[in-house]
T-cell receptor, first 117, second 114 residues
């Protein structure tokens, strides 16, 4: 069982809809991530939150809006998506960037399978 | 420009034998390397990692070797089991983006035949 929980597991939405993806971890991790993965491709980084502040935005279109309400939660708000945005959206978390304990791996949830009609 | 390359899209081995998965990287600033395993309909699962100050790290049946001069790492699985059948991703971090920016290879699909 993954320690990073993502909801919903599947989401179908129209191009005019507004929806949100949710991610939760209770490992005390201080860094959280959103990735996008298309079929037969590797995960691609979208956003990084470090200590609840956005630290990396990989030039993601504004129709994707991340939010980190607290250290355990990460949301991805979706609005006016395009069919090419259909993909698996993965959330991950890790200890954080301070490297006191050395490098630490990122741990992934099982993802939300998003389909845009 | 692919910074992390897994040139073998697939690998098939017999149960009990060794599986060797390879990965090459181009960015000499990478200092932390990881292997993830991914089953269909699940997220990537962390397997093993290695820091650039080491050349080998072992965890049970899994061993990762790092050759910095060749910018090459490999994952050895001994003995291979049918449950190891999955897609394996190599990943690296430590470039300009810091430890948070993981760059993944395209993956190698491993099939372990009973």
């Amino acid at each position: 069982d993954t320690e990073v929980t993502q909801t919903p597991k599947h989401l179908v939405m129209g191009m005019t809809n507004k929806k949100s993806l949710k991610c939760e971890q209770h490992m005390g991790h201080r860094a959280m991530y959103w990735y996008k993965q298309k079929a037969k491709k590797p995960p691609e980084l979208m956003f990084v939150y470090s200590y609840e502040k956005l630290s990396i935005n990989e030039s993601v279109p504004s129709r994707f809006s991340p939010e980190c309400p607290n250290s355990s939660l990460l949301n991805l708000h979706l609005h006016a998506l395009q069919p090419e945005d259909s993909a698996l959206y993965l959330c991950a978390s890790s200890q954080g960037p301070d490297r006191v304990e050395g490098n630490q791996p990122q741990h992934f949830g099982d993802g939300t399978r998003l389909s845009i009609l | 420009d692919q910074q992390v390359k897994q040139n073998s899209p697939s690998l098939s081995v017999q149960e009990g034998r060794i599986s060797i998965l390879n990965c090459d990287y181009t960015n000499s600033m990478f200092d932390y390397f990881l292997w993830y395993k991914k089953y269909p309909a699940e997220g990537p699962t962390f397997l093993i990692s290695i820091s650039s100050i080491k050349d080998k790290n072992e965890d049970g049946r899994f061993t990762v070797f790092l050759n910095k001069s060749a910018k090459h790492l490999s994952l050895h699985i001994v003995p291979s089991q049918p449950g190891d059948s999955a897609v394996y991703f190599c990943a690296a971090s430590g470039a300009q983006g810091g430890s948070e920016k993981l760059v993944f290879g395209k993956g190698t699909k491993l099939t372990v035949n009973p």
